[in-house]
Every structure is written in C-alpha cells, then in structure tokens.
C-alpha cells in the first residue's frame, strides 16, 4: 500500500475540516451515513488554528457548545483590551475535542490529503486527493465543500470573485507571544508602514504574559494562481516586522518572547461559488451562494460556519440515497501552472533548504517545494530546536550566523533557537539566493520520459496544480517521496523488521516551549496509518499545543548503489567519491537490529564519509536523494541524520543539481571529482580528498592479529566506547572491530585466548568467536552467563550509558541481555537450556517495561534471538511460557487513537514472540504474525508479513483472513532459522 493510490467509498465526503467541515460530517454521519473527511493540514478548525485566531465571544462559545456538546474547559474566559470579554481556547484541547466529536460520530478522518481532481461517474463524484501520504480516490454520492475558498467546487460549478475581493482584500495575520507586561499596554500605535490595522487578544496563559497581536495586511491578487503562497511569504516578514518594532519600541515589549506567529493568512472568501445543478456538490463556507454581507458575517465566525455546515450535512445526507443516472463526466482539475527550471528540490526542510541554496548559487533556476508553513522541517516545525552533533563548518556556518542574527534583535540567547527566528533565517537565505519557493505544497506526481528519468513533478498548492518541467530534481522530503513514486528501489526501516526510528509531533507544553517526543512508528505512505499517528501524537504530552508536521527520524532508505552500512562505520571507512563529513555518536532512537550493538558495542563518535554514489538512486536517473533518506541501513543512519550534517549534505546535492543541469547531463553523469573540486574551497571537504590514495584492502598479518586479541580486557566494557565527549572524535580504530572483520584466519588466535583461563580479556574472545560463529565460544559465555542467573528475576541494567531514554534506546541494555544476544549468534542448542530460565526469571510488568534500566525488553529480544537463529523445536517452551505473560499477549490493536506509546512497544514484543515460534516450527507462531495483519499500527502490519512470506515462502496478501485460512489447510511448518546479516 505504500504510495499506491487508495479507492474508498462513502456516501457522503467532505473536503475541509475547519467548523463547516465538521459539523457537516458530523450531521451526515448521524443521519446514518458513511461519512469521509478530508483535511489538508494535520488539525481541524483551520478558522481558529491555522490562522492562530483561537478567542472568540463569550456568545459564539456558547453556541459551540451546544452544537458540539463541548464544556467550558476547553477556554479560558479573559479579559481583552479594552475590557471586552472573550474566550481564549487552548489549542491542543480545541484540536482534539474536534476530532473527538468525528470519531465519536463515527466519521474517516484523513489528514494532509487535498483534492486535486473530480469526476462525474455515474451515480457518484469520484474526487482525487493527494498528500504526504500519497493519493487516495474516494467516490460519494455527495460531496460538501468546507474549503475555505471552495476549491472543490470551482472545478465544477460557476464561480465569480466576490465583491471587494479584487483588487485588495484584507487578510490578518497573528503573533503570539509571551513576557509581555500586558498591565503595562496602553495605547499601542504601531506605524501604518508596517500594518494597516492590528488588534490584541489576551491568551489564556496569563501568568506567562501571554498576548497575541493580529495584525492586517492588503492583499494584491495577481494573475498567478500561486499569489496567496507569495502573501504568506510576505506576511511572515511583516510579521517579524512588527514584532521587531514592538520590542524596540514600546516598553511592555521589552522582555518578549516570541512563540509562534500563525501558519496561514485569516483571508476572505475571494469567491462566490453558483449551486451545482446536480445537487451532488454542495458548498459549506462563505463561498457559497451568499450575499456579500452575510459571507463577510460569518467568515471568520466559527458558529455561523459550524450551522452552513449542519445544514449542508443533514442536505447532503438526505441527498446521498437520491437515485440518479447522470453521464460519465470529464476529469477535472484545479487550474494547472506550468514552470520550468534547472533544479528543483521537493522538500523544504533540513536538507531541502540548503539544497535549493545550493543549487541556486551555483546559477541554476531553482524551485522548491514544501508542504509546511514554513521552511525548516524538523528544525523548525518539527519542534528539534538545536544541534545535537554534527560536524559543524561549510554551509552550516552561515546557516547559524543567520539565525544569531535573527536572535539579535528577538533578544535570544542559549543553545536552543527559536523557531520562527530559524524560519526566518531559511527564508533570508533563500530570498537572498533567488530561490522561488512555494509553501502550503505537496507531491502530486512524478514525472519520467520513456527512459525512466525523472523529469519534474506535479505540484498540489491550495489553489492549484504547478507541472514543473527541471533538468534535474532533488528529493528533499527526507522519506523518498519522489524516488519512491518514480521507481527507485527501498527498504522501509529495518530490512527485516520494518522496524524504524520514531517520529515526533511536536508538543509545546507552553505558548513557545517545544520539548522531544519522538514515541513510535508511523509509515509515511499510508493516509491511514499517517492520521493514525497524527491523532495518537496529540494526545501524547498534550498542554498548549503541538506542531503541524509528523518528523519521523527515520523511514524509507533510497538504495543506491552504495549503503552505507554500521560496519562500514566502524571501520571508519573512506571512500573514493566522498562529498561530505558527517560526525555523531550513534543515537539510535528506536530498535536497534545490529549485531554490533547486540554484542554490547555502543560506537563512539566518528567522522563519517557519505559517498556520492549513496544520493544517487538505483534505477532512477535525473535525480538525488538528500536528507535522511539516503542509501543507508536501519542501524548506520543514527549518526547521519544529524541537522548540521543534513544542512551541509543538502548544499552539496543542490550544488551537484546545479552542475549536473547547466551540463546538460544527469546526476548519475556528474564526474565526482569536479563535484569535489567545487566543495573543498566551500569547507566541505579537506584539501586533500582529490590527491589521497586510499589503500586497498588485504588481509591482516598474524602478529597483527594477536596484538589486537592481546589488547581485550574484559574490564573494559564494549559499551564504554560510548563514553565519550560530545567533541571528542574516535581517530583510531577498534581492536573488536578489527577482531570481527579479520576473517576466518583469526579464529585460531580467538580460540586460544579464549581457553586460556589467565587471557584478561578471555570472554570478550569469547563475543568474537560467537560474531563469527564458532562454537568455542559456548563455554565461555554460559559460564558469564550463570551468575545473572542465580536470582529469581533478571538484573537490570547498573552501567550508566550516556544518553539514554525508555527501552528499546541507544542499544542500552543489562549486561545480561549482550551475552545472551553474543550467545545467539554462536548458534548453538546448548543454549536451549538457558532460554527456559530466562524465560521463568523475567516477571515482566508495565511499570519495568517503561523503566529504562529494567531491560524488560531487551530480555524478550534476546530470548527470542537465540530461538530463532537455532530455529529448533526445544525452544518453543520458553517461548510459550512468554506468551503467556499478559504483557505480552493479546496485543494486537485496531484503534485509531493510541496515546500510551508503550502498548506499541509490547505489540513489539509479542510479534517478536509469535516471529520466533514460526522460525522454530510452532504454527501458533504464524497464527500470531496472521492476527498483526489487521493491526493498525502500519509498520507491525508490515513486520509480520514480511516474516509470514519469509518463513512459509507464501505470497497471500496481507489480510488476517487469507492466512488463517491457509493456515487451517496447511501442514505443520517446518523450523526455519534466521539467517541475518550484520
């Protein structure tokens, strides 16, 4: 299902989730019908949230109240100058108590998807959307309109601009801050250069000085569908205008902070939209067929839309059971604009930025293309609001001399940048560069010539399709989106495992206070499982807000014809066609899948090569991949994907773009050694990258060798090359690493080290032995592993490690949990009699699963290591008596909304149990992994039938249903080991 197009059906869609938008679905649904809405954005009620307008009267509350069945919690009465009383909502309460009343109507929700075309098909419109997510077609036999400006509509019923709308309508823009003395306000004269008008709210969080200020701006509409784009571009400057002024003049904005300002212009309705003579498209805003007076009345009153749209459901409810026989229709689109260019880079944030930066200084044309408010990604609206590593020079110099100077003025200080001030920054830089930018914008399509290159894209704005025509394009979304939809080859997460770093919707748990919430899974290509997350996110540390954007750490990896792998880390590896350095410890947020890291190996900090030929994807050509979506495995992105590092790898791929289209050839084409030569003056490579000769590889001598075995002390825990300072830099190598890549020629020297009961580092021979699976090492370490055996419960974990947050993290575990992991590798059944008294000492409770140093679930991803890689019948008692643990047991979840993160992380266990058991020939095992087809966490879905076609050699599709009835007829299955590489 991965970006593939989706077709739903219902009786009645609905396209906007603002207040009509709701309320219409919400009437639908009641009068008994399949109800679908669609949202653009990641939050309903785009009328208060959006455009950060969230007071309203005391009378407009209660009537929401009533319709929606709301209590008062949800606002704070407040007073607002010059004394007239308002209700200031908090946002993340007003967001989720929207979508509580959809979901409790029994309403398809999906977000960040936005309606591109409509067809009349017969007795139903077919509407396509497309998204973050992909693309979805959903037939209605109605559909309502709640857009804003009618989107849907226009492309099928007369619409003319509403009277005032041309030339110069007025829009509104908001800041909010905090640190205001708002006691101290007075009469606040703002100069007419800056706005025409402007108006103060008090928020709720008085104790903060919390204000808001919405200011005007006089809108030009140009002849361009994209105008509006280029206004919010505009009014953000205004904006920080403004805001500047305000603390440089007047003394109750001395101390201020600035939090947010909104993601979008509050603008009228430009239009008013003619009936559909079919009634089969009905329009719930102001753009409806209404005079100009009562659409301005109710434009910006959330009431007044929320009773259009109660009306347009219980209509489009009545006339969705109407039988009708209308003629296949044309396909109809949003107004298409068409550009060329040289680059254009989809993906506005970390990387993307700097790539369109890139590209553009190097002479080329540029376009880029984010669907956020603002540019940034996880930097910004991702809510990560500083460098945690990375190498800092290059490109990202002057990225964070732009934001100093942009704290200058705000009055900022610390290591932690504010978030619009970055925003602004990214924009500063990208004006400065030439770069035409367009925000509020997602991929439609890719398009290829007959050879498969990619050519351009199709662009979705919220006013219209822009067909871009570029000589070379640079995926930029950090998930492959673009690589993805042309073709190219990729593993989601683990290979194995699907398993994935987590994402993030980030809270703000005061008015400009971001914090980390980086929880679990979300498959970015699946509008099911992308609201799902979204929906689950907001409910997590929920207190004044959260973000508009899901920042995942980790999701596709675009294969090209180099991956970057851990071991190629570890061994610090050069490579001939490097173009950037990157530098980090390994901080892997998620679950770790590496052999190295199971052995008890936490890396240190290394320097880090990224070869040109990772950016470059299989299969595609006219294209690069930048950001976190490189060619990299599960376990080696942790210390790539920092922010200082993507910036400078964003530049680099802008800069080969640019060179690659002014030549006229493809990226694939580009000479690396002129790509080289143009980044070693810019700081991103050292001098001598074009003069180096990289030695070539050979086998190690014996007395090598032994020096290397001679250096293990087992008092020197494996884990401890962790322990370093942010700033150091590992320059030499690692005798275990060595040990493990030598080759089989070592195995003699490890042997004998190994029975040699005076060798200081005798067990660590023993972990190298199991690396390389010899059976030597079987006494050894059922002999270290005895003593944790003794008591009636597993130890935890008792070393600190740096860094550390709830298991599975940073490949922290007990020292019980890398033996047992070490022993797994041997492969060995003597092992077997272990499993069952791990098994019985585990006594695994909620309250361990969420403590870190427990290793509750280490312990379970141990246990089943060993069984499964044995792949024998003897372990499948210990492996029941897990499955008997509830903890472990009946986790499967078809919940839309799952705020408690942990129960994915049992979900986890358990698939692991049931993965195991297949592997050792239990058919309760397949029965478990057939029962996680139907979760609706996406990637445990997918987990399981990776495992499910791995371990029958099946090929069903994944559907619970299918299996257990093949199950039913099949014969008892066969233990299957795994057989996983490092």
């Excluded at 229709?329 to 254009?344: E, S």
């Excluded at 293990?712 to 320059?731: C, F, K, P, S, T």
């Amino acid at each position: 299902m991965d970006n593939a197009n989706r077709r739903l059906a219902a009786d009645v869609l609905v396209c906007g989730g603002g207040f009509a938008g709701v309320a219409a679905a919400v009437a639908a649904a009641r009068a008994g019908r399949r109800v679908v809405l669609l949202e653009r954005r990641t939050y309903l009620g785009a009328e208060l949230t959006a455009c950060l307008r969230p007071w309203v009267s005391a009378e407009t509350f209660g009537a929401l109240g009533e319709m929606f069945g709301w209590s008062g919690d949800l606002a704070v009465a407040v007073g607002a100058p010059p004394g007239a009383s308002e209700f200031a909502f908090v946002p993340d309460k007003l967001k989720t108590a929207l979508e509580d009343v959809l979901l409790d109507a029994g309403v398809t929700l999906l977000y960040a998807m936005r309606p591109i075309a409509l067809q009349q098909t017969g007795n139903a419109l077919l509407l396509e959307a497309a998204g973050k997510a992909g693309r979805v077609e959903i037939a209605a036999a109605v559909v309502v309109d709640a857009t804003e400006q009618a989107v849907v509509a226009r492309m099928k019923c007369p619409a003319s601009p509403r009277a005032g709308a041309q030339p110069g309508p007025r829009a509104w823009r908001t800041i909010e801050l905090t640190g205001v003395a708002t006691e101290s306000l007075g009469e606040l004269a703002i100069p007419a250069d800056l706005t025409p008008a402007w108006r103060t709210h008090l928020g709720y969080s008085t104790e903060h000085g919390h204000l808001l200020i919405e200011h005007a701006i006089d809108l030009t509409p140009g002849a361009d569908p994209t105008w509006r784009l280029q206004a919010e571009l505009e009014a953000r400057q205004a904006s920080a205008a403004v805001c500047r002024w305000l603390k440089e003049n007047h003394p109750a904005f001395a101390g201020l902070k600035l939090a947010t300002t909104s993601h979008e212009l509050a603008v009228p309705a430009l239009w008013r939209v003619a009936p559909d003579p079919d009634g089969q498209l009905l329009v719930a805003s102001a753009c409806a067929d209404l005079g100009d007076a009562q659409a301005e009345a109710c434009q910006f009153d959330p009431a007044a839309l929320a009773r259009l749209g109660l009306e347009a459901g219980a209509r489009a409810a009545a006339g969705a059971v109407a039988e009708r026989a209308n003629a296949p229709g044309p396909r109809l689109t949003l107004p298409v604009l068409r550009r060329t260019v040289d680059v254009l880079v989809v993906g506005g944030g970390t990387s993307g930025a700097a790539a369109a930066i890139g590209a553009a200084r190097r002479g080329a044309v540029t376009l880029l293309a984010d669907m956020n408010p603002g540019p940034g990604g996880t930097g910004t609206v991702g809510g990560v609001d500083s460098y945690w590593f990375g190498r800092r020079g290059g490109f990202n110099t002057e990225v964070s001399a732009w934001v100093g100077a942009q704290h200058a003025w705000l009055g900022v200080t610390g290591n932690r940048w504010n978030i619009e001030a970055k925003m602004l920054a990214w924009l500063h830089g990208l004006a400065e560069a030439g770069v035409a930018t367009l925000l509020h914008t997602v991929l439609a399509e890719v398009h290829t010539d007959a050879s498969g290159k990619v050519t351009g894209a199709l662009l979705a704005t919220p006013d219209c399709l822009v067909e871009v025509t570029a000589a070379a394009t640079v995926d930029a979304t950090g998930d492959g989106d673009v690589a993805v939809a042309a073709g190219a080859p990729h593993v989601y997460g683990s290979d194995r495992e699907a398993a994935t770093m987590w994402y993030s919707l980030s809270p703000q748990v005061r008015p400009g206070l971001s914090r980390n919430n980086f929880t679990s899974t979300v498959c970015v290509g699946d509008p099911f499982d992308y609201t799902r997350a979204i929906l689950s996110g907001r409910r997590r540390y929920a207190g004044h807000d959260h973000g508009p954007y899901i920042a995942p750490r980790e999701t596709r990896h675009v294969l090209g014809d180099v991956r970057i792998s851990l071991t190629d880390i570890l061994t610090m590896r050069r490579w001939p066609d490097v173009i950037n350095v990157h530098f980090s410890n390994h901080d892997v947020k998620g679950q770790n899948t590496s052999d190295w890291l199971r052995m008890g190996l936490i890396p240190p900090n290394f320097e880090i090569e990224i070869p040109y030929r990772a950016v470059v994807p299989q299969r595609v050509d006219g294209l690069l991949v930048t950001g976190k979506a490189i060619s990299a495995t599960h376990d080696s992105l942790p210390p790539v994907r920092m922010q200082a590092d993507l910036e400078n790898l964003g530049y680099v791929c802008g800069t080969a773009a640019a060179l690659s289209a002014r030549r006229g050839i493809t990226p694939r084409d580009l000479p690396v050694a002129d790509l080289q030569a143009a980044l070693i003056p810019e700081g991103f490579l050292p001098a001598d990258v074009l003069t180096r000769t990289l030695p070539p590889e050979q086998p190690p001598a014996a007395a090598e060798m032994q020096q290397w075995i001679d250096s293990l002390d087992d008092a020197d825990q494996l884990y401890n090359y962790g322990e370093v300072e942010m700033d150091d830099i590992r320059q030499t190598p690692i005798p275990m690493v060595q040990i493990c890549t030598a080759g089989p020629a070592i195995l003699p020297l490890l042997r004998a080290a190994a029975e040699d009961p005076t060798h200081k580092g005798r067990l660590h021979a023993a972990r190298a032995l199991a690396w390389h699976g010899d059976k030597a090492a079987t006494p050894v370490l059922l002999a270290a592993i005895e003593p944790h055996l003794t008591g009636d419960e597993l130890p935890p974990r008792t070393a600190h490690i740096r860094y550390t947050q709830a298991s599975p993290d940073h490949g922290a575990m007990p020292e019980l949990a890398y033996l047992l992991h070490s022993l797994a590798m041997v492969r060995d059944p003597a092992a077997i009699p272990v499993l069952l008294r791990a098994a019985e000492r585990l006594k695994p409770t909620r309250a361990k699963l969420e403590d870190q140093m427990s290793g509750i679930f280490h312990y379970v991803d141990a246990i089943c290591d060993i069984a499964e890689r044995l792949g024998h019948r003897d372990s499948i008692p210990a492996l029941l008596r897990l499955h008997q643990e509830p903890l472990f047991r009946g986790k499967v979840s078809t919940a839309i909304v799952q705020p408690d993160f942990f129960e994915e992380r049992e979900a986890y266990l358990e698939l692991t149990i049931g993965r195991a058991l297949a592997r050792c020939g239990e058919a309760t095992g397949l029965a478990i992994l057939a029962d996680y087809l139907g979760d609706s966490r996406r990637m445990l879905a997918e987990h399981a039938h990776r495992e499910l076609k791995a371990v029958t050699g099946q090929q069903l599709p994944a559907e619970t249903a299918a299996w257990r009835n093949w199950l039913a007829e099949a014969p008892a299955p066969a233990p299957t080991p795994w057989q996983g590489s490092r």
